[in-house]
């Protein structure tokens, strides 16, 4: 297929929020009953100094640290479930949508419908996220055929920046003419890849699925927003990392070892990606010759409320009101990709045609993508 090159834009988002939510209070009675389990069942091995006593978390701690009081999840009874603590449920057989899917599927009718476009003007769809279900077919394909698209899809995988990535990608597309209409779908089960019983990291993230529909300016509904431009960045970095693969497939061992889980260290990511990112976002602005006043909203990604505050007052040379740097994190906590996308989809309704805003990722890789908006309506 190849089209007249187009410019660029945003025709809308759409978002699934899966109905259970965990609060901070649930969480930390559950971590906390597995810790007093455990050193109960390991007293004589903790006073003889064989093992050592696991340390109980706090709701104090949690929001503190992080911004979080609640996290959306889909498998709410399991993951609070003391002898559990992970999300379970029935593996599907073939002809049923996978849950990824489904849940991409969820939100990618939400932009559809927003945009008013009918899923057969669609030519492609990007599954970008930071976990996938299987390796193949691509759950981009799945939802594809379940939309009703002619067209291709495929998956593709930038771990928290996956959105970003998935955004400049579809807009070279329209670019090069390859593609009019781009849905880029982040389905983002979090939960699946939390470590549960790590008491550093057991509150960070939640479950969600956003869409983005990229188009052709000329067939973009009235309001739509202008993508002026978008930069993209990788740095190689062990400091968040998941060993789960293919060749090393669950196993007991496997299963249990927790480097096939998300892990990090949260400090050295805080000090090495603030600076990273903030200059990622002002760099940007300088080539677009954007001043930083000339700035009415930051959607980003919402990993943290500290780090966000520190990368936003450097972008913009104070501290950022809510209006200026909005936040999701203590309803959704951590939702990977799809985090800023959020922010963005329920944060900008309100904004003026010609103000400027700008969507920007951060994560594992390290990888950051920021994408400078101008709302048309
Ligand atoms: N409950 C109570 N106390 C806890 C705790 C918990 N769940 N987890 C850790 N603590 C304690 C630690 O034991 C430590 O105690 P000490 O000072 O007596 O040694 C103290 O709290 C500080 O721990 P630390 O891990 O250094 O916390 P932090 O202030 O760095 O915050 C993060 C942790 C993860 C919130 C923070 O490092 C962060 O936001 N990093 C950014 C990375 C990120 O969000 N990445 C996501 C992917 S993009």
Aim: aromatic letters at 6%; charged letters at 20%.
């Amino acid at each position: 297929m190849s089209q007249p090159a187009a410019k660029p834009v945003i025709s809308a988002t759409g978002l699934f929020t899966p109905p259970d939510s965990i609060s901070n209070e649930e969480l930390v009675a559950s971590f906390n009953t597995h810790v007093a389990r455990f050193n109960a069942a390991n007293a004589a091995a903790i006073d003889a100094g064989d093992v050592k006593a696991l340390e109980p978390s706090s709701v104090e701690f949690i929001e503190k640290a992080s911004g979080i009081k609640a996290r959306h999840v889909l498998a709410k009874a399991s993951i609070l479930d003391p002898d559990i603590m992970e999300p379970r449920w029935a593996e599907r057989p073939n002809e049923e949508v996978s849950v990824l899917a489904e849940i991409g599927i969820a939100a990618a009718r939400d932009a559809l419908a927003r945009a008013g476009r009918d899923a057969k003007d669609v030519d492609a769809v990007l599954c970008a996220c930071s976990n996938l279900q299987r390796p193949y077919p691509a759950i981009a394909v799945e939802i594809q055929d379940r939309l009703g698209m002619d067209g291709f899809g495929f998956d593709m995988n930038v771990a928290c920046s996956s959105a970003t990535f998935g955004i400049q990608t579809a807009a070279d597309m329209i670019r090069s003419g390859s593609a009019r209409s781009v849905l880029v779908v982040n389905p983002e089960i979090c939960s699946g890849h939390l470590n549960w019983r790590d008491r550093d990291s057991h509150f960070i993230f939640g479950d969600v699925a956003t869409a983005i529909l990229v188009e052709a300016e000329d067939m973009a509904p009235s309001t739509h927003w202008e993508i002026l431009g978008s930069k993209l960045i990788t740095r190689f970095s062990n400091n968040i990392r998941n060993n789960f693969g293919f060749l090393n497939r669950a196993t007991p061992e496997t299963r249990s070892a927790p480097d096939k889980l998300f892990i990090q260290q949260g400090r050295s990511v805080f000090k090495e990606v603030v600076p990273m990112v903030a200059a990622l976002i002002s760099d940007e602005l300088a080539r677009l010759e954007i001043a930083p006043k000339g700035l009415r909203r930051l959607w980003l990604h919402q990993a943290n409320a500290n780090m966000n505050r520190l990368i936003a007052s450097k972008v913009l040379g104070h501290e950022a009101s809510a209006d200026e740097s909005p936040t999701v994190l203590d309803t959704y906590a951590n939702t990977s990709s799809a985090g800023s996308i959020i922010a963005f989809h329920l944060n900008s309704d309100d904004l003026n045609a010609g103000d400027i805003g700008v969507i920007c990722s951060f994560g594992a890789g390290y990888s950051a993508g920021t994408v400078a908006l101008r709302k048309i309506a």
